[in-house]
Every structure is written in C-alpha cells, then in structure tokens.
C-alpha cells in the first residue's frame, strides 16, 4: 500500500489545517505587533526624559515609512538637509537647481554592470551574461506657485553586452520614467497626483515601480492616508520604439492606504488593494493586509508584513496568506556590528485541481528590497534567485557592520522550502526549473557593500551565489553566481 498517496479527502484535511495555522499566524502576529508597538511607544516615552517643546502639526509627507506622495523641487517643503536613508537605486532625481523662472534641473549619471553565471544550474559553469549600462537621467521640475509643481524625469539607458550565453541586440532605450502634475496646499495637508508617478512602500512588498495613475494623499499629524487608481504603462514607456508596448500584467490597481506613526521611528499601516486584469485573463485579486516597521528598544529593529488575498482567477476561487517577520539588533562599538533573523512564508496549492488556488501571490509590482542596519537596499529574498512570496519560506540571518557612518558590508544567508512541491518557483531569475520531487530548493549566500562617504555619489557592489537543493536536477550541486555594481552621481 502506497502510504504516501494524498486521497481527496486527506488532501482537504491538510489543506484545511494549513491555512487555519496560517490564520492563526497572522492573528498572532498582527496581536503582537499592536502589543510590541504600544511597549515600543512606552520605552521610548520612558527614555525622553528631558520636556519637549510642542511641534506644529505637519502638512508635508514623510519620506520614509507611510504614503508617499513624492514632489522633487526647491520650494516642496523639503527639508534642506536630506535625511540619510539608504541607497535606493531606483529613486527619483531631486531637482533644486534654478534654470529660469520658477524652473529648476537636477538629476543623476550612473554606471550599472551586471554579470549572471551558470544561471540554468548546468555540471558546466559555461558563459555568462554581462551587461554594462550607462545611465543618464535628468529631472525637470516647473512650480509657478505654492499650489502646483509638474515634474518630468526622462531616463536614457545604454546597454552594452560584454558576453552573452545568447545573441540578444542590446537597445538603446528612453523612457518616460517619470511625468507627473502635483496639486498641494489646497488644502492643508492633502496633496493630489496625476500622470506616471513612484509607487513604494517602506520595504516595497507592494510597490516598487512607475505606474500611470490618479492619487490622493491626505496627512494630519501623525495620520495619513493614500487612495489611488493606477495601471502600468498606460502610456507608452519607450520613446524610441513605435510599436505599443505589451503590459504583462495588464492590472487596474485600486489601492488604499492607511498609516500611523508613533514615536520617532515606528509606524503600523493597514492596506487593502483590488486588481482588475484588463487584457488577458480574468484574474480579480483582493489583497488586504498590516504592515508595521519602527524600534522596540535601544538598537533593536522589527518589521512585519502580513496579508491574506481573496478573489478569483480563470473560475478558480483566490485563498492564500503571507507573513514576513524579522528583528535586527545594532550593537554598540566602533564598528556598529548588528545581528539579523527573518521570516517569510507564502503560501503553496496542495491541490491545484480543485477550483481552490491557496497560492498567495504578490501584487506582481513588487521589489522586495530593504536595508538591515546599513547604507544599501537590497534584495532581502536574495540577489541571485530573487522569488516572489509564492508557495515558499525563506529563513534568513544576517551579520553587517558599519566601519565608517556611511560605509557598510552585509552578509546575508537564505534558506528556501517550498510550501508544497511544484515545478515552478514564481519570479525566479533562474533560467531552469525545479523537478517538483521535493521541496529542498537551496540556500544562498549574499554579500552587498555600501558606501556613500563621498558627497553626491552612492556605491554599491553586491556578490551572490545560490547553492540549489535536491528539487532540481542530478546537477544541483552546481551553483549559480552574480555580480553587480552601481555608481551613481548625484547633481542637486
């Protein structure tokens, strides 16, 4: 007798038992990270001794944790000494330099180089793919007045290929990253978008990417709260091509955000977000969720993510939930060392021939990148497998130190498991796929260097090597590798 063979009835018992863990995951945390906020609230109230003089309440919008409703000019309300957040190698040029009337430029110049090896996981290590890129990137910003701003942010990228493992021609491309009219001080404190403008979220589980969209942000206080309705590409990207470009996605996003931030550095914000595929298929996806990052005690970092996403897609009905949980504690000493361990789980379909899909599923604008204690965002699922939050657990550790105030090295390990077997992993950059014998993916190794000690310009270098586990070939002890660097000059 076959004692491993799943009957319909013992697969919906299975199933039933994982997502009422899962459920119950997700209560508890989402308990615990209103209890640890509140205690994080108390120490830091505990610890501010000295009385404070009152503040004015804030019209403008945060740059680190809740909506952000970004405007890159000399007279929106930005402070006139930045504060130091980590390289995002996506963010958008300020532009502050005066040209003409009410008219100002800024922007950037970068070098990207990129090599991949062995990415189809082969007993022969074979070529590699490398690819150079410069990158310029000017930024426009006309304010006539306190009320209205239009900014413009075109980027030219010149890819250059030094080894190919196919001949692929490298385009020249020039995009329309950014295009956007802003309407502010209207109204105290609330603030509307309208064109192709910058969607994150703090650790970009949601959002990490310019979409096409209408978008109202509100902020009293310490509250704010963010609705909009966006759809990628919209309008033609590539200015240099003809032919429209193809969405893959194809989504009408409707997003809703709320956030609260108490302290200095903690926040808790709930969202909820309802995709209507337009152009191919009939997926509906409804994604609600809590987020919440911030200080506990002196040196002691936390994030938490959690969501759970309903819906339906092709007939079949939508029931998956995701957590991603960690703690990073920053020690004192000349070198700031710091000690961090994470959690990420999404959820897997133990029967995919039912008309239940249980896989949890991201927004598919995602980036999944963040910083730890250093200087660099990066890639905290991996650099070199780089998955969605689908039908896997990632365990992570991670030791970094900080030599200098602006110079840091993180070593980053990650362990993967499927959820359940399957063939393939969502949003792999492998270019191979597991055997669905197992769910031993692999583990991986990163090493991301950040420096930003010299005025204007950011660094970082990143090294990667995936160790593949038994749910690939006989040829899983064969790893892949990647190498990247970016320099950017900044000109404000």
Not at 66 to 84: C, D, E, H, I, M
Not at 332 to 348: H, K, N, Q, R
Request: with cysteine.
């Amino acid at each position: 007798m076959d004692t491993n063979r799943v009957t319909p009835a013992r697969a919906l018992r299975l199933n039933r038992m994982t997502h009422d863990r899962t459920r119950q995951l997700i209560l508890m945390a989402a308990a615990c990270t209103l209890s640890l906020t509140s205690i994080a609230y108390a120490a830091e109230r505990a610890v501010e001794q000295a009385p404070q003089s009152p503040t004015p309440p804030s019209t403008g919008f945060s740059s680190t944790n809740g909506p952000l409703l970004p405007t890159y000019g000399a007279v929106n309300g930005q402070t006139t000494t930045p504060a130091a957040e980590p390289f995002d190698p996506n963010a958008p040029p300020r532009a502050t330099i005066p040209i003409g009337p009410n008219l100002f430029v800024g922007g950037y110049v970068s070098f990207e180089g990129e090599t991949n090896r062995n990415y189809r996981l082969s007993s022969t290590l074979g070529k590699a793919d490398s690819i150079l890129t410069p990158i310029l990137a000017p930024a426009f910003s006309y304010e006539p007045n306190q009320y209205l701003q239009l900014y413009v942010n075109p980027v030219l990228d010149i890819p250059v290929a030094v080894e190919e493992i196919e001949d692929r021609p490298q385009t020249t491309e020039l995009n329309m990253n950014l295009a956007y009219l802003t309407v502010k001080n209207v109204v105290p404190g609330a603030r509307m978008q309208v064109g192709r403008q910058r969607f994150i979220d703090s650790r970009r589980w949601l959002f990490n990417e310019n979409m096409d969209a209408i978008r109202f942000g509100y902020q009293y206080e310490q509250f704010s709260l963010e609705l909009s309705v966006s759809q990628l590409n919209l309008v033609q990207r590539n200015l240099l091509r003809r032919e429209a470009e193809e969405d893959e996605e194809g989504f009408v996003n409707y997003y809703a955000y709320a956030d609260y931030k108490f302290g200095k550095k903690n926040h808790i914000g709930l969202f909820a977000l309802y995709q209507d595929q337009q152009r191919i298929g009939t997926a509906q996806p409804v994604t609600v969720g809590l987020q919440s990052s911030g200080r506990l005690l002196k040196g002691l970092k936390y994030w938490l993510q959690t969501a759970a996403v309903r819906g339906s897609d092709g007939g079949q009905r939508i029931r998956g939930e995701a957590i991603d949980v960690g703690l990073t504690q920053a020690f004192d000493g000349a070198w700031e060392p710091s000690l961090t361990i994470g959690y990420a789980y999404g959820t897997g379909d133990s029967n995919p021939n039912d008309n239940v899909d249980a896989r949890f599923r991201q927004s598919g604008f995602q980036g999944n990148s963040d910083k730890f204690n250093g200087v660099a965002r990066f890639k905290y699922y991996g650099e070199v497998l780089d998955p969605r939050l689908t039908n896997l657990m990632v365990f992570t550790g991670a030791v970094g130190i900080r030599p200098f105030e602006k110079t840091s090295f993180d070593l980053v390990y990650h362990y993967y498991l499927q959820d359940h077997v399957s063939t393939r992993i969502r949003g792999s950059d492998l270019d191979t796929d597991p055997t669905g014998l197992s769910k031993h993916v692999g583990s991986e190794v990163d090493l991301v260097v950040g420096y930003q000690g010299i005025p204007h310009l950011q660094t970082k270098f990143v090294l990667g090597y995936f160790f593949p586990g038994k749910a690939f070939t006989e040829t899983w002890h064969d790893g892949a590798f990647l190498a990247s660097i970016l320099l950017r000059y900044n000109f404000y």
